[in-house]
């Protein structure tokens, strides 16, 4: 299994927009990532009118829809509990990565980078500082038991995985 980071924040804080980012800068430092995104709202990648989603429809309990450019596997999971993040980085295909990213979960015990920002309507005494977050990526200096990184600083964050990653 490769190393599995998330960047975890509350929403509104810039996980997507670090994240689109973070991608590409890690890719130009010959890191292959993989990325699992967590969200609370019913999402369909699918769309109604679609052979693939008329057939998931009528009942499949797992649909495939490949191309030459990709494939994408949809699992319905009706009744079930939680997601289970563990089980989702093992679906995932290991030999083409360096490392797993995880937008979201930020319950889950896996190391995270908290993201802080000042004006996202929260404060500092919010944050939950875990034996699992490495560190925090902030656009304000602070004052934690962990590494603050500048949030507006990619190179500097992607420095900072990659010596992250070495110690894995």
């Given at each position: 299994?490769?190393?599995?980071?998330?960047?975890?924040?509350?929403?509104?804080?810039?996980?997507?927009?670090?994240?689109?980012?973070?991608?590409?800068?890690?890719?130009?430092?010959?890191?292959?990532?993989?990325?699992?995104?967590?969200?609370?709202?019913?999402?369909?990648?699918?769309?109604?009118?679609?052979?693939?989603?008329?057939?998931?429809?009528?009942?499949?309990?797992?649909?495939?829809?490949?191309?030459?450019?990709?494939?994408?596997?949809?699992?319905?999971?009706?009744?079930?509990?939680?997601?289970?993040?563990?089980?989702?980085?093992?679906?995932?295909?290991?030999?083409?990565?360096?490392?797993?990213?995880?937008?979201?979960?930020?319950?889950?015990?896996?190391a995270k980078i908290?993201?802080?920002?000042?004006?996202?309507?929260?404060?500092?005494?919010?944050?939950?500082?875990?034996?699992?977050?490495?560190?925090?990526?902030?656009?304000?200096?602070?004052?934690?038991?962990?590494?603050?990184?500048?949030?507006?600083?990619?190179?500097?964050?992607?420095?900072?995985?990659?010596?992250?990653?070495?110690?894995?």
């Open positions: 299994m490769k190393p599995v980071l998330a960047i975890a924040a509350w929403s509104g804080t810039g996980k997507t927009s670090l994240l689109k980012k973070l991608i590409p800068a890690l890719c130009a430092q010959g890191i292959r990532p993989g990325l699992i995104k967590h969200t609370h709202h019913n999402m369909d990648i699918d769309k109604p009118g679609k052979d693939s989603y008329e057939l998931r429809k009528a009942g499949a309990a797992q649909t495939m829809v490949a191309s030459a450019q990709r494939w994408a596997l949809m699992t319905e999971t009706p009744g079930e509990e939680a997601l289970d993040l563990d089980y989702l980085v093992s679906r995932m295909d290991h030999s083409t990565l360096d490392l797993v990213l995880v937008e979201g979960f930020k319950h889950e015990s896996v908290l993201l802080f920002r000042s004006d996202a309507g929260h404060e500092i005494a919010e944050l939950t500082v875990d034996q699992h977050v490495i560190a925090v990526a902030s656009d304000i200096p602070l004052s934690l038991p962990v590494p603050i990184l500048d949030l507006n600083d990619v190179a500097g964050v992607v420095a900072f995985i990659q010596e992250w990653m070495a110690g894995q």
